[in-house]
Each structure stands twice: as structure tokens, then as C-alpha cells.
């Protein structure tokens, strides 16, 4: 038997168990319906990729706020009073 739900007053559809184990969905997944000429799909929504991820590990690590202005200060180079460009 082909899985099926009943459309809710409300718009809202349960997600047959068979079909929620096969996208892998569990509770408060979202999901997004793509449309394709004469079909509909449902899958697990995409989540965008994160635009800073490419930079992840790009500056060095610190342990405390007085290393970040430590850090910060040398790139200024407060020290001197002259400011890089």
C-alpha cells in the first residue's frame, strides 16, 4: 500500500512513519517540497552553506581577551603609534 496523510483544515500533513525513516527526518526537522513539471518532491530541507566556514582556522587561537587585544594591538602597531595600512 502506497503511504499516505490527510491534509489537516489547517494545511498540516503527518509524514508517514515509512517515509520519515526513509529521508532520515526526526522531530522539528524541516523539510521543502521542490516542484518538477508534473511532480512534487519532498526531502529534508537544505540548510545554506555557512559563508564564513571557508575561514574557520584562519586566525591563531586565544585563550583570553587580553590575548585577542595583545594580538589585535601588535596588527596596529599600537606599540610605536603607527598604524599599518
Do not use: C, H
Amino acid at each position: 500500500m502506497t503511504p499516505s496523510s490527510t491534509l489537516s483544515s489547517k494545511g498540516r500533513l503527518t509524514v508517514p512513519l515509512e517515509i520519515r525513516r526513509r529521508l532520515g527526518l526526526k522531530q522539528g526537522d524541516r523539510v521543502e517540497f521542490v516542484l518538477e513539471e508534473e511532480r512534487t518532491i519532498i526531502r529534508p530541507a537544505r540548510t545554506p552553506k555557512n559563508p564564513f566556514e571557508n575561514y574557520a582556522g584562519a586566525l591563531p587561537a586565544f585563550r583570553s581577551v587580553q590575548e585577542v587585544n595583545t594580538w589585535v594591538s601588535s596588527l596596529r602597531d599600537e606599540d610605536t603609534g603607527n598604524a599599518r595600512s
